[in-house]
């Protein structure tokens, strides 16, 4: 199984994240698909006029039902999309993918998490826009939405019909992929690790854990987005709350401890010592863990918030932009703080052999447990959390996909795959599966971001009208009043 594996992420590796400066520079690597990212969150961030900045309340009083109309359509409230769509990235690239990062980017790659979280709220914005204007209300009631609708449909509009339609498939091939990637697979072997550590039954018995959460995730997915929504609206609050909660304490303890963290981050971010790569590998790290994390142009989170009762495509788009900020810009730096602060990052305090088994999730865990002795315990219940909601979300997602290509009869095919892959998670080496699970992820931003440059017109355009409305105080007229 592992050979397998390896073989797959090899064969990823040489198609999609050659390094664009072809060795040409010693020490250094800069992967196509994290500087493909970077370029398409910078082009529409200034293309939308720093969107990301400036509709921060207007996003929550549309979170808050401000805005509801007559007009509304769709099967489930925007702070439901929004946190169906959280509930995929808040999850174990908060806990395992920031450690990863700081393991082996140094504290450095923090900083430029954040920055990728800042340009991620414009890719959100803009791929969530296209979502809702191109969404489609299939007969059984359910709405099909995400990069195969506006990639095939907003591209034939351009007359690129036959593009269109191949990177629609080409992306629905990657996202089903991503689903049994880093939404599932990446998810349980990271739970697994971190688990077994404070459990010596999953540690010596991992497929049984592999069962049960199989069994549990497949009771929610089988009652399709309305069961999913209604668990992620519970669980998501729940498991942030905890997580932040520890942090906060964790932090508050040694609040004299966080300045120098923080200038540890800026030094490093440009002025790195002992990484590998310099100030540009740490660069990479940053940004490819909070890819991981986000998901910001994959185009993965527009399929959660296609089913959003809204009236305006832009509307969503703006409650999407909450998405990077919590995620990447509160949590992922609330857990790099704890890792800087009680030293796990560093192979010489003791925890070389989690780094070098890439056991992230198992090594934030340490690094909580130095500050709250009985933590780890608590912590393995939030990782299950993490884990769960991000797998119920993330099968959606590759079901969508599923059903673009085959079908909604064929759809059952997909969720008893994605099930089995599970139980196959929890025995595969971790060190494997984060990089398998990593490339698929990312490999869905090479027809998506294509996509949003030839698209971001037309959301800017809907967004200037939107805004004129706004202004003119049209949207609070349309608006329903209890």
């Known amino acids: 199984m592992n050979e397998f594996f390896s073989a797959i992420n090899h064969f990823l590796e040489t198609l999609l994240f050659f390094d664009i400066l072809f060795g040409k520079v010693e020490g250094t ?23 990301n900045l400036k509709m921060f309340r207007h996003s929550y009083r549309i979170i808050k039902g401000d805005y509801t109309t007559k007009e509304d359509k769709g099967l489930i409230a925007p702070y439901k999309s929004l946190t169906t769509a959280l509930s995929a990235t808040v999850g174990l690239g908060n806990i395992a993918g920031v450690a990863i990062a700081i393991a082996i980017g140094g504290p450095g790659a923090t900083f430029w998490m954040i920055a990728a979280g800042f340009l991620g709220m414009t890719l959100k914005f803009t791929e ?6 191109y969404r489609e209300f299939l007969p059984d009631g359910t709405i099909m939405g995400g990069g195969m609708e506006y990639l095939s449909k907003g591209l034939e509009k351009k007359r690129m019909a036959s593009f269109g339609k191949f ?18 697979t990446f998810q349980v072997s990271q739970a697994v690790g971190a688990i077994g550590n404070e459990i010596d039954f999953i540690k010596a018995y991992p497929w049984v854990f592999g069962v049960v959460l199989a069994v549990l995730t497949g009771a929610v997915i089988l009652g399709g987005i309305t069961r999913i929504a209604d668990t992620t609206s519970r669980i998501v609050p729940l498991m942030v709350t905890i997580y932040i909660a520890a942090s906060l304490w964790i932090l508050i303890v040694h609040a004299d401890k966080i300045p120098n963290a923080f200038a540890l981050i800026f030094t490093e971010a440009f002025a790195p010592t002992a990484v590998a790569g310099g100030m540009i590998g740490v660069i990479v790290q940053g940004f490819q863990r909070a890819v991981f994390s986000s998901e910001a142009g994959l185009g993965s989170a527009p399929v959660a918030h296609a089913p959003a009762r809204v009236k305006y495509p832009v509307r969503q788009g703006i409650v999407a932009l909450y998405e990077p900020f919590i995620d990447t810009i509160i949590v992922c730096t609330m857990t790099a703080l704890v890792i800087i602060i009680t030293g796990v990052w560093d192979p010489a305090n003791g925890y070389a052999d989690l780094i070098a088994a890439k056991e992230g999730a198992a090594l934030t865990s340490a690094a909580y447990g130095t500050a709250i002795s009985w933590f780890p315990s608590v912590l393995s219940l939030s990782i299950f959390l993490f884990a769960f909601s991000t797998m119920i979300s993330w099968s959606y997602y590759g079901e969508r ?3 673009y290509l085959f079908g909604t009869k064929s759809s059952v095919i997909y969720k008893l795959i994605f099930l089995s892959f599970i139980v196959m998670a929890s025995v595969v080496d971790t060190g494997i599966m984060v990089d398998f699970s990593f490339m698929l992820m990312l490999a869905m931003a090479l027809p998506n971001i294509l996509g949003l440059y030839i698209l971001s017109g037309d959301v800017k ?22």
């Open 29 to 51: 690597t800069i992967p196509f698909l994290v500087a493909w990212l970077v370029i398409g969150g910078i082009y529409l961030t200034l293309k939308m006029g720093f969107i």
């Open 128 to 133: 969530v826009t296209l979502s809702l204007k």
């Open 167 to 184: 990177l629609a498939i080409t992306f629905a091939l990657f996202m089903i992929g991503a689903a049994i990637g880093g939404g599932n």
């Open 401 to 403: 996909a599923w059903v």
């Open 461 to 482: 355009e809907e967004l200037k009208v939107y805004l004129r409305k706004l202004k003119a105080g049209k949207l609070d007229k349309e608006a329903i009043r209890d």
